[in-house]
């Protein structure tokens, strides 16, 4: 049978290898820890869950919606980031709704470049960026991030050449693997750096709305005149644990999102109208539901940071995200470790190089699991040789 070029030549996706030895482990009987998923275990709010079944009720609400995205939910995108962020947005030009943030992400790709054009993609970074600049027979160049300094983008590493012909910009805080924060500076430095070489910035917020105690995480549309050059892509599916509802929206420079439109009035009708309506309640909400379920990641967070931490791993504390980000102990690559892990503990973790090259001697632990899991994975964890050597 045919299959496309494209197809055939897709970067590995190193989550569906580690599927199959997750597989082959249960299969032997090995009660395996899975943190390698990088999606929330916790329901949905039940009042976003009402409003669906209420919307999915009404007839009206079974048709195609509005191409982009119907107007009570770009609306409540609209409240939120006025409440959130002080900023203006226009619901008919400056938001778009999306089937999901990684549907408007690979779409974005498509809309804005050509052929053989370069995109800036942080590294380490979520693997979807890669792929989307490879979908769109783009050429992707490394934003290599400062793992010696909170992983900020370091601009001035790219070179002449390789930001010749780039078009756009991906970066991602609080970020996915690394859970790495930033203040409105960076964003700033972003901007300007976008202004100069002429790019356009998309920021990527799925993790806006998952952080701890006093940390807000800026949006990049907070920069003085940033919608000139920015969108930012948002989700639900962190925030409210809506993973599988498959709702997100971008916002931003007026003709970015037009043409994001453009291409998607030609692939999809946008998401089932009752989805739509019940995340435009959730978004209008006090999100309270938000405050709670971080609480519940916070505390996993700091029971397996002290534990990692007395085992003499090193990783920075995060202020937001599902994620730990932990180096390695010595002697041992990522992979190797991964290994480890899996086969002397059964807890599965992701190689921080399925992110990017940045990623090596680095692993990340997912934190949706609950509590109790956390302290048989300190257990186990404390039962292997690297940690007792460390604590003897
Ligand atoms: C999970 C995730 C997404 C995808 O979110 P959806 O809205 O569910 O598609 C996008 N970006 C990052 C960094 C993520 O971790």
Redesign the pocket.
């Known amino acids: 049978m045919y299959v496309s070029d494209k197809v055939k030549n897709m970067p590995a996706y190193i989550f569906s290898e580690l599927d199959r030895k997750k597989q082959v482990l249960k299969e032997k009987g090995i009660d395996v820890i899975d943190l390698g998923i990088?999606?929330p275990d916790l329901p949905t709010p039940s009042y976003i869950n009402d409003a669906l079944v209420r919307e999915a009720k009404n007839p009206d609400n079974h048709r195609y919606s509005n191409y982009n995205g119907c107007i009570e939910f770009r609306l409540a995108v609209a409240n939120f980031y006025k409440e959130k962020y002080d900023v203006d947005l226009d619901p008919e030009t400056e938001i778009l709704a999306?089937?999901?943030?990684?549907?408007?992400?690979v779409h974005l790709i498509q809309a804005v470049i050509n052929e053989g054009d370069k995109v800036l993609i942080p590294n380490p970074?979520?693997p979807?960026y890669r792929m989307g600049v490879h979908l769109a027979a783009g050429e992707s160049v490394d934003l290599l991030l400062d793992k010696e300094n909170g992983y900020k983008p370091q601009f001035h590493l790219l070179t002449e050449s390789q930001l010749q012909h780039a078009k756009l910009l991906l970066l991602?805080y609080p970020?996915?693997?690394t859970a790495a924060t930033i203040e409105l500076d960076t964003f700033v430095q972003t901007i300007s750096f976008a202004k100069q070489h002429h790019l356009i910035a998309a920021h990527?917020s799925?993790?806006n709305l998952v952080t701890f105690d006093n940390y807000q995480s800026p949006s990049i549309l907070q920069v003085p005149n940033a919608k000139e050059y920015a969108v930012e892509?948002?989700?639900?599916?962190?925030s409210f644990n809506?993973?599988g509802w498959?709702?997100?929206y971008i916002v931003g420079n007026k003709t970015v999102i037009q043409s994001l439109a453009t291409l998607k009035s030609n692939l999809d009708s946008s998401q089932f109208l009752p989805i739509q309506k019940a995340a435009a309640v959730a978004l209008r909400s006090d999100l309270q539901s938000i405050v709670e379920n971080n609480a519940i990641i916070k505390a996993r967070m700091e029971k397996l940071y002290a534990a990692l931490v007395s085992m003499g791993m090193h990783c920075e504390k995060p202020r937001g995200?599902i994620f730990l980000w932990a180096k390695v102990p010595a002697g041992f690559t990522s992979l190797s470790f991964v290994n480890k892990l899996m086969d002397e503990a059964g807890v599965i973790v992701t190689p921080g190089t399925a992110f990017g090259t940045v990623g090596e001697g680095y692993i990340r632990f997912s934190l949706s699991v609950t509590e109790g899991r956390i302290d048989e994975v300190i257990k186990r964890l404390s039962q292997l040789e690297f940690s007792r050597e460390i604590l003897s």
């Open positions: 990088g999606a999306l089937i999901g943030s990684k549907e408007g992400i970074g979520y979807v991602n970020s996915n693997p990527d799925a993790y892509i948002g989700s639900l599916s962190k809506m993973t498959r709702i997100g995200t």
